[in-house]
């Protein structure tokens, strides 16, 4: 090998050493622009990403008030409309409370007001006064008395006076189990202890066994509201909720005196859903 082959070779080697560095270098350049290119990338697609759900939860936030707002409205509608068009019937319509009979026929009066709203029928207070009797009288012939009748049977005595059968009776329900069926725009027909409801109208201690009719409920006030025919200041008359639920007791049919509910033993609730045919 000559001397001029030598240098060649060496000036060959060394420029493809550097060629191969550079190549190298430059392979490794593109890498970590590549990397950095896809850093931002993912950064602008988090960024992306965080701006959408912000906007979801905006958005969804929003027709959650738009909602909120809706029931509210509907709500106050409802009160204005629907509570306006539900009869009033106290069950002593001449305020003759001296008469014992008058004491015991919330179960009629309850009824009466169901089935007038039912029949988009205003009442006078002699029609309520001579259902009253008539619907009595029907419930001596059906149970052997008048004076306390229980749920299930105040339900017997709707369809078979009526001829009516577009109710429910319900068991052991909750208040939100209440409210859902009142947005359905029905009436519920439930027994209390009437004691437990500290009606500044009731005669103390007010009354035992005593059934009413719940028209509607107001979410503003957490109350519901009622048609209780033991006053003659019982229309629209609103009770606290928790009250109200409280209360609400199953007792049962009998002519007899029946005493308060035990304060240690879980009171069975049940009530009658009322509701307009198609």
């Known amino acids: 090998m000559n001397l001029k082959f030598l240098k060649w070779l060496v000036v060959f080697v060394y420029w493809s050493i550097l060629v191969l560095g550079f190549l190298i270098y430059l392979k490794s350049f593109e890498e970590k622009n ?3 290119n896809n850093k931002i990338i993912n950064d602008n697609i988090w960024d992306i990403k965080w701006t959408i759900n912000l906007k979801k939860d905006t958005i969804d936030k929003t027709n959650e008030n738009i909602k ?4 509210i409205s509907e709500n106050n509608i409802v009160d204005s409309i629907i509570i306006n068009d539900i009869p009033f019937a106290p069950q002593a319509p001449f305020w003759n409370w001296w008469n014992l009979m008058n004491q015991e026929w919330c179960e009629e009066a309850s009824i009466i007001m169901a089935m007038a709203w039912v029949n988009d029928k205003k009442l006078t207070l002699e029609e309520v006064d001579s259902e009253i009797k008539n619907i009595s009288n029907l419930e001596i012939e059906m149970f052997w008395e008048y004076s306390n009748t229980s749920v299930s049977d105040t339900a017997k005595l709707i369809e078979e006076y009526y001829d009516f059968k577009n109710y429910n009776v319900i068991n052991d329900f909750t208040k939100y189990d209440m409210i859902k069926s009142l947005e359905k725009w029905n009436l519920l027909i439930i027994p209390v202890y009437g004691r437990d409801l500290k009606n500044i109208y009731y005669t103390t201690p007010g009354p035992v066994s005593h059934m009413l009719v719940v028209v509607w409920y107001d ?11 033991w ?28 005493n308060p509910p035990d304060p240690n033993i879980k009171r069975n609730k049940s009530m009658i859903e009322i509701f307009k045919s198609n």
């Open 34 to 36: 590549i990397n950095w």
């Open 68 to 71: 909120d707002n809706i029931w």
């Open 231 to 258: 006053t003659k200041n019982g229309k629209w008359y609103r009770y606290d909720e928790d009250i109200l639920f409280g209360s609400i007791w199953t007792y049962p049919t009998t002519e007899y005196k029946i």
């Open 219 to 229: 979410p503003a006030k957490n109350e519901f509201i009622t048609n209780d025919p």
